[in-house]
């Protein structure tokens, strides 16, 4: 189990991080949003302290790793909102990207909340 978490924390973060990247003009042109750069590279941060905190295998591992799930999917609702009212860019690979975010935050929110054996 350890090493699926892992695994997850570890696509999430790549995820947001080429989105920051997508949104900083340097994996795609025509994406670029200055506050989906910093929203995103935030979130990946938060995500790869998530995943240093399995790593170190202490009482509060679990708790960290939920609480970064849990902010990575706030930040990452808020984004979603911001493109339902128009805020940004509204492209089919932003549609297709947070719905991906979402489905893989939820995932492992569930998986940590209903595994009370895992890390931590």
Same mark, same amino acid.
């Given at each position: ?5 892992? /695994?997850?924390?570890? /696509? ?43 790593s170190l295998d202490r %009482? ?22 911001? /493109?339902?009212?128009?805020?940004? %860019? ?28 895992? %890390?931590?």
């Amino acid at each position: 189990m350890r090493l699926a978490l892992a /695994i997850l924390f570890l /696509i999430e973060n790549c995820l947001y991080a080429i989105a920051s990247l997508t949104h900083a003009g340097f994996v795609l042109q025509g994406h670029e949003h200055r506050p989906a750069i910093i929203a995103e590279a935030v979130i990946s941060a938060v995500l790869f302290f998530g995943l240093i905190s399995l790593s170190l295998d202490r %009482p509060w591992s679990r708790t960290a790793a939920i609480s970064a799930q849990s902010v990575a999917l706030l930040g990452t609702l808020v984004g979603a909102f911001t /493109i339902a009212v128009g805020v940004g %860019p509204q492209t089919r690979l932003d549609y297709i990207t947070h719905a991906v975010m979402i489905l893989l935050l939820v995932t492992g929110l569930v998986w940590l909340a209903r595994n009370p054996n895992a %890390p931590g």
